[in-house]
């Protein structure tokens, strides 16, 4: 793991970010260790989970965790910035505001048990395909399984979820 | 005060909440929860969540960097006057380097802007009498020190090469 593929790594999801409407903290030298934090994680899990929480080693147990984690949406709404403010409002990324403290998300609202929707609720179309979402930027796709990587986010196919 | 830090080698705000301690000069026990399984449990047990940084002090537990909520819990901890040295028992120094120092509080690091600096006290003073009260040790400065109010001004006897100096403090 070196400085370069760091920098890579940041300039990979600054670019694809903005292209999506995310932003980077702009204090570049704080985000530049945050890529070192996931690149380490990404070689000691084989998954780049979130640098900033305590990850179980288990994929399936850290999928919320996985950057950009299942919490990044809400707590951009909510504060500007995700837990670790890797990611971050507009404002902030502009200089305009600075980050304030995030409180810890994950556990505080109760996730649905596995298996909690009934099979007809699952979407279809019309034609009996089904549709699936992706749980990182929302991308919807019928087909008869989830794309290997989302189009749009390039988030792994293990974070789509069958639409209802 | 007792703080312990929780952290992962990989967190941005874990080094951001370790390099504020620091600066505010308060020593905590760091714990790195990705390599010690006993802590990271303690912390998930404490916290009840698996983000880091957690800070404990004093049993608080603070989640993340959150430096109004850690500045509101040091200042709790810090809001008795201060002499801003280091100090330590002459006597043990005058064993340790055979400097023919009288008894005393030795002092060996004067914080800048502090009433011990405001006060003229250097490094190498040896602290004789604080408060009117005789001081044979680093302890009886704590000790004289624990009733010292904010506003207070109290005088200072040190030894300085052989000389005795007289000064006052300001709290």
């Known amino acids: 793991m070196s400085a370069q593929e760091a920098r890579a790594l940041y300039e990979r999801l600054k670019r694809e970010g903005e292209a999506a409407g995310y932003y980077l903290n702009p204090d570049v030298e704080f985000v530049l260790d945050l890529m070192e934090g996931l690149l380490a994680n990404e070689q000691r899990y084989g998954y780049p989970s979130c640098p900033c929480r305590l990850a179980e080693g288990i994929r399936e147990k850290d999928l919320d965790i996985i950057c950009p984690c299942d919490y990044r949406d809400a707590d951009l709404a909510e504060y500007g910035a995700c837990y670790c403010a890797l990611y971050v409002s507009e404002e902030i990324a502009r200089g305009e505001k600075s980050p304030q403290p995030v409180p810890e998300r994950r556990g505080t609202e109760p996730r649905p048990p596995a298996g909690e929707h009934k099979e007809e609720l699952v979407g279809f179309t019309r034609s009996g395909i089904p549709v699936w979402r992706c749980k990182v930027c929302g991308y919807l796709c019928a087909r008869p399984q989830p794309p290997l990587k989302c189009p749009i986010c390039k988030a792994d196919r293990d974070r789509f979820e069958r639409f209802a | ?171």
């Open chain 2, 1 to 171: 005060m007792s703080v312990a830090v929780y952290t992962t080698p990989t967190c941005g705000f874990c080094h951001q909440v370790k390099a504020y301690l620091t600066q505010r000069g308060v020593s905590f026990t760091e714990y790195d929860v990705s390599r010690d399984p006993q802590a990271a449990a303690e912390m998930v047990r404490l916290s009840g969540q698996r983000g880091v940084p957690v800070v404990l002090i004093d049993g608080q537990v603070v989640v993340g960097f959150n430096q109004p909520l850690l500045d509101q819990l040091l200042a709790r901890q810090t809001t008795r006057p201060k002499l801003g040295a280091m100090i330590a028992d002459a006597g043990r120094i005058t064993a340790r380097k055979r400097l023919p120092l009288p008894a005393g509080a030795y002092v060996g690091r004067v914080d800048s802007g502090s009433a011990a600096a405001l006060a003229g006290l250097q490094p190498g003073d040896v602290i004789v009498q604080l408060a009117g009260q005789p001081v044979r040790t680093d302890r009886d400065v704590d000790r004289i020190m624990a009733n010292v109010r904010f506003g207070q001004t109290v005088d200072l006897l040190a030894w300085r090469d052989g000389q005795t100096i007289r000064t006052t403090v300001q709290f």
